[in-house]
Structures are given as C-alpha cells and as structure tokens.
C-alpha cells in the first residue's frame, strides 16, 4: 500500500507561482514513476506532468514551459513548480504513483492516488 499526500496548493493572483509536494509512504519510492493530474469543476481529470523513475519529464501542452515537476527520492516526495499561473490552472491538482515506474498520461496507469490539493488563481 502507498499513501500519497499533497500539499502547498492556494490562492495565487495570475502570473503567481505555487510550488506543490506530493510525499509517498513506501520503502521503493525510487522505483515508483509519478505523475500529477488535475480536476476542474465539471470537468474531467486531466493529466499535467509525469517523471519517471529515471528522472524523464513529461507535459501536457497546456502547462509545457511553465511547470517544472521534480522528485527528491531522499524524501519520498514529488514536486510541481507552478510558474506564470492562468485563472484556467484553477483546479484540485491529485498526485499518482505508478509502480512500474514508467508513468503516462493516463490515469488507468495510475496504481495509487493522493487525496489532493486546491489551487485557485484570480484574474
């Protein structure tokens, strides 16, 4: 079993930064690929970055050049560094673990999920 908690989601004004954490339970957590998804109201969950467990990165078009997603395998923790924020980044943003560590943007490659974290950015 793998828990997963995120934090330091927020209010930000647009053209703001957030940095989000994701800390993982688990003794392999350097073997586990790990993505970050989020869901706006109405709307279905989507994918935003991934890393994998040799550190590849991955993006959705629409945060590519403006979020940057990290792992510290000393801490079981994942990052995602939020820069230049849209009011259309407004969403709860749900980190995943895959464990063959080679994760994707789909969200049925996704063995474990956090609980999440609001980020809301005003106009």
């Known amino acids: 079993q793998v828990q997963l908690v995120e934090s330091g989601g927020g209010l930000v004004q647009a053209g703001g930064s957030l940095r989000l954490s994701c800390a993982a339970s688990g003794r392999t957590f350097s073997n586990y690929g790990m993505g970050w998804f989020r869901q706006a109201p109405g709307k279905e969950r989507e994918f935003v970055a991934a890393?994998?467990?040799?550190?590849?990165?991955y993006y959705a078009d629409s945060v590519k050049g403006r979020f940057a997603i990290s792992r510290d395998n000393a801490k079981n923790t994942v990052y995602l560094q939020m820069n230049s924020l849209k009011p259309e980044d407004t969403a709860v943003y749900y980190c995943?673990?895959?464990?063959?560590?080679?994760?994707?943007?789909?969200?049925?490659?996704?063995?474990?999920w956090g609980r999440g974290t609001q980020v809301t950015v005003s106009s």
């Open positions: 890393i994998s467990r040799l550190r590849g990165t």
């Open positions: 995943a673990a895959d464990l063959r560590g080679r994760p994707g943007s789909s969200l049925g490659e996704y063995d474990y």
